[in-house]
């Protein structure tokens, strides 16, 4: 145990609490790169890269460099999921948009 550990034991003892520095205290800024429009971008990314993985696998299929259709029919229904739930996560996120927009204040 540390000494830091063993002086609050000694402050809650004491004083039945752990004091003001035990409070969780507010943060005066956001921790870098968290976000809701960075976590967007984000999974917009991926199944960007989704899509082009599963285009470079077709392609190869069609060139003849790539003989296993397993595959590539696995890239394409994983860039195909992918789409759709990018789809479904915008069309949530409109209707909530539009559901605060006919709140009335």
């Known amino acids: ?3 830091a550990a ?3 034991l000694q402050s809650r003892a004491v004083t039945g609490h752990d004091g003001p520095s035990a ?5 005066t800024e956001a921790p870098h790169g968290t976000g809701f429009g960075k976590t967007l971008a984000d999974a ?3 199944v960007d890269g989704a899509q082009e993985e599963a285009g470079r ?6 060139a003849g460099e790539q003989e296993n259709v397993h595959e590539v029919m696995i890239a394409m229904n994983q860039a195909n ?4 739930l990018m789809t479904e996560v915008r069309n949530r ?7 605060l927009m006919r709140m009335q204040v």
Do not use: G, K
């Open 57 to 62: 696998q077709i392609s190869a299929f069609i």
């Open 23 to 27: 409070l969780p205290q507010p943060r």
């Open 93 to 99: 996120v409109l209707e909530t948009y539009q559901e």
């Open 44 to 46: 917009i990314e991926r």
């Open 81 to 84: 999921l992918s789409f759709q």
């Open 6 to 8: 063993l002086q609050r």
């Open 1 to 3: 145990m540390n000494v």
